[in-house]
């Protein structure tokens, strides 16, 4: 087995026992505090990444964890942010919620139905004018969507592992295609057009619009869009417009962080305070904040974790 791939089934296997040891502890006792030296990102780091906190890790341990099934009040704030701040998928209660459940360079918490996340084969199906003319065969699908040299041939080839994976059209005017790959024959990833070409015509741009709006509104298999957004500049208008459309018809998105190596120096911002920006500003249009994560196609950064979040979604969606 591959280095990679032991380090991924080894997180897996921790992150599940550690789980379960929660699901059991906390049925007989207070559940624990919150490591100070657990390696990953501290949960009150985390908060921090979306708003100035109103609550504190000290809080977080000792008044919302410990007293469930008690008066509401404060507690059930705590609850509350972090249902709202955290994505917590199916099977998780917010009260077992703790820092090593949570994806390290996300908001992203792991569940009980995380499982199957490597890429064993990936073979390329079609490509398709028209969201009409996709595969029918309801495979769950995950949608990859960004503005053009956001990274997303980088991020496609780097889950996947291959060199020359994604094959839509770069140029502007050519034809617009939407690519499906199925993955272990038994789930797709779907290479969408880039958009925002700087120098395309109007009419490029509207096309563009037209035809992938249509595809979100009425592919039924559509389990996520992973919107990828550059770290590395500050927020764009043509992404935030793109996530609050998104966030608008509820369509179920994960932001995906691109670049997030890349630190430019100077005056300029660092990727996790763009990320942190990009927040805000789409924030009043979800309800809940939708699941995100730091990835570099360079350094690896939040391969393995993306594809674990990827396996949990689907594997809810497919035993809905
Ligand atoms: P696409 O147009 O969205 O498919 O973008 P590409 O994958 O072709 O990448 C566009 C440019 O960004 C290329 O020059 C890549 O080398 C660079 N790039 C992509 N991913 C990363 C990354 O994670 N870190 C850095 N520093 N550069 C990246």
Not at 153 to 179: C, D, F, H, W, Y
Not at 237 to 247: E, F, S, T, V, Y
Not at 274 to 303: A, C, V
């Amino acid at each position: 087995m591959h280095n990679e791939s032991l380090i991924q089934e080894n997180m897996l296997v921790t992150l599940r026992s550690r789980f379960f040891t929660l699901q059991v502890t906390s049925l007989l006792q207070a559940p624990q505090s919150i490591s100070p030296k657990n390696p990953l990102l501290s949960l009150s780091h985390k908060l921090q990444m979306f708003e100035t906190p109103k609550f504190n890790l000290h809080y977080c341990n000792h008044a919302s964890f410990a007293t469930k099934g008690s008066k509401p009040g404060p507690v059930s704030e705590t609850k509350k942010f972090i249902e709202k701040v955290l994505f917590v998928p199916p099977g998780v209660g917010p009260e077992e919620v703790t820092d090593d459940l949570i994806l390290p360079g996300s908001n992203i918490v792991l569940g009980p139905y995380a499982g199957d996340a490597k890429i064993k084969e990936v073979e390329f199906v079609k490509s398709s004018n028209r969201p009409k003319d996709c595969p029918k065969d309801d495979r769950p699908e995950f949608a990859m969507l960004g503005r053009s040299n956001v990274g997303k041939s980088s991020l496609i080839n780097a889950l996947v592992r291959k060199k020359e994976v994604a094959l839509t059209s770069k140029k502007p005017g050519k034809t617009q295609l939407i690519n499906h790959f199925l993955v272990n024959r038994s789930w797709y990833i779907v290479d969408l057009p880039g958009y925002g070409f700087a120098n395309a015509p109007e009419a490029a741009r509207m096309d563009w619009s037209a035809f992938t709006k249509g595809y979100f509104l009425n592919r039924e298999t559509l389990v996520s869009v992973l919107l990828l957004v550059d770290a590395s500049v500050p927020p764009q208008k043509i992404d935030l417009d793109c996530a609050n459309w998104l966030g608008r018809n509820n369509i179920p998105m994960t932001l995906v962080f691109t670049k997030c190596d890349k630190i430019k120096g100077g005056k300029a911002k660092r990727p996790d305070e763009n990320i942190r920006d990009f927040q805000q500003l789409i924030r009043e249009n979800y309800k809940r904040h939708p699941p995100w994560i730091m990835t570099s196609s360079m350094t690896g950064l939040g391969r393995d974790e993306l594809l674990l979040h990827l396996s949990q979604l689907r594997n809810y969606w497919n035993n809905e």
